[in-house]
């Protein structure tokens, strides 16, 4: 038998000796005549057809397949009883199994699969290249490979393959989790999105809540009036106010209420425009993308001067004037992302690269952002998120003190009314600091800061009275 295997081996080596050197004096025509029945050759030979999903996919390979991810998902549920060798991380917070370990197939490793009577095989692979040849980082590009034989492909390609995809979800809906990403580069890296705010615990107006919710619901279940009407599925939302009336609590109740994955985008650590448009594809559907304190990120503040003539500005001007100040601002030190840039990625051809999702900036200071930035297209709803009422204290009362009404809410109504007092604030007074801590205490607390913020703000009034009679003077 050994003799045998021997000998064949001698046989192939010889064979491809004699390939090659045949090949290379044969001129081109013959050559090409050869290797194109060379392969036919060997297709009779062997039956099986190959089928690779990259994980990377487009032109230079930089938008993130969803099937390479629903393949993950699906084989993910088999390779623990298959694969021989896995990969295990800790498991989901949420997850149902009792296990603290989930696993997957391992890279460069292979399992069999099953459907209607037909044996599969699915092969994890990687390469790890060179970026360039003066790159000291590597770049692993991972990817499926799927073998079948060629008598099935009918029934591989038809069904399948439908058959995965459609697996994968009902996976992915029955064990979601959101997700909270960060932007490295033109890479999102993620975590579980845990908080717990709901728009029933956000302390804000009642109306504006109710508007809000059925903005929300009317934008998730509009896929087929946004076709009808010629528009990318998205939608902006500015939120601004002053520090501590809940614009990240917003962000986060949205999330749980649409029940979206959320994009933490910061401007500052992003390269160049370039590298922007990059992480705006590599976000997936049903998603919420949020540039916090936009008021503060590289130079996307300030007005521009707008060009009058006969006491009238011209529009046209006016956006020649934007596109033209924000290219030529770069910091050289760090990220060299423009207004331009930016407004592209929100609204231009590129804003439709995917559907369902949102985008949210938050600021402490709207009158600081460029008119370009937030105009109605762009950011199609402004919600201002303001001081602290009465009935935003009641909401906050209920949370944390699980109280309806108590005999000092009068009270803390009129003082309400009478300062300003962020809902921050408000939550800080109304949380026990101890066990020893009741109700009374709390809300006794909560007056007494109120009633010292009024004192403040008298006397800061009073001073900028007499500083203006002195100016007068």
């Known amino acids: 038998m050994k003799q045998a295997w021997r000998e064949l081996g001698t046989l192939m080596a010889t064979t491809m000796f004699v390939y090659t050197v045949f090949m290379r004096l044969l001129p ?10 060379t392969r036919k050759i060997i297709h009779y030979l062997y039956p099986y057809i190959r089928i690779t999903f990259h994980e990377f996919t487009g032109e230079n390979y930089f938008m993130r397949s969803e099937a390479y991810t629903a393949i993950q998902t699906y084989l993910s549920q088999h390779s623990s009883k298959l694969a021989s060798r896995l990969k295990a ?25 099953e459907f209607q009577g037909i044996k599969i095989k699915w092969v994890s692979n990687k390469i790890t290249q060179k970026t360039g040849s003066f790159s000291w980082h590597p770049e692993e590009k991972r990817y499926y490979k799927l073998t079948f034989h060629r008598c099935y492909r009918d029934i591989i390609i038809g069904s399948y393959v439908n058959h995965v995809l459609e697996e994968a979800r009902a996976i ?29 615990t956000l302390a804000m107006d009642p109306k504006k809540k109710e508007e809000m919710v059925k903005d929300l619901v009317k934008f998730k279940k509009g896929k087929e009036y946004y076709k009808k009407v010629g528009k990318a599925w998205k939608r902006g939302y500015l939120l601004y106010g002053p520090p501590g009336t809940g614009k ?16 933490d985008l910061e401007l500052t650590a992003v390269k160049d425009n370039s590298e922007l448009r990059k992480l705006l594809i590599n976000t997936a559907s ?8 936009i008021d503060c990120s590289l ?44 407004l592209n990625i929100i609204d231009g051809i590129w804003s439709a690269c995917g559907g369902e999702k949102i985008m949210i900036f938050t600021t402490n200071f709207v009158e600081k952002l460029d008119p370009a930035l937030i105009r109605r297209g762009r950011m199609d709803k402004h919600i201002e998120l303001s001081y ?14 699980d109280l309806e ?30 066990l020893d801590e009741g109700v009374d205490t709390c809300l006794c607390n909560l007056v007494q800061a109120l009633e010292k913020s009024k004192q403040d703000s008298n006397k800061v009034e009073i001073n900028e009275k007499g500083k203006v009679q002195s100016t007068r003077e």
Not at 28 to 37: G, K, Q, S
Not at 252 to 261: G, S
Not at 408 to 432: S, Y
């Open 28 to 37: 081109p025509p013959l050559r090409d005549r050869i290797r194109r029945h």
């Open 89 to 113: 991380q800790e498991a989901k917070s949420s997850s149902n199994t009792n296990s603290p370990l989930t696993f997957s197939m391992d890279d460069n490793e292979e399992i069999e699969d």
């Open 172 to 200: 992915e809906m029955k064990s979601r989790e959101l997700k909270l990403y960060a932007n490295s580069k033109t890479k999102w890296s993620h975590i579980v999105f845990e908080h717990p705010a709901r728009f029933e």
């Open 248 to 263: 990240s609590t917003m962000v986060a109740a949205m999330a749980n209420f649409m029940k979206y994955d959320v994009y």
């Open 286 to 293: 049903k998603s919420i993308i949020v540039i916090e304190d």
């Open 299 to 342: 130079h996307l503040t300030g007005q521009r001067k707008n060009k009058k003539k006969n006491g009238k500005s011209d529009a046209r001007e006016e956006g020649k004037d934007a596109v033209k100040r924000s290219d030529g601002e770069e910091d050289e030190k760090g990220s060299k992302v423009t207004l331009s840039g930016l």
């Open 388 to 401: 602290c009422r009465y009935e935003a204290f009641k909401i906050l009362a209920k949370n944390y003190l």
């Open 405 to 434: 009404y108590h005999n000092l809410f009068p009270t803390i109504e009129k003082l309400l009314e009478m300062t300003n007092m962020t809902p921050a604030d408000v939550a800080e007074n109304l949380m026990p600091k101890s």
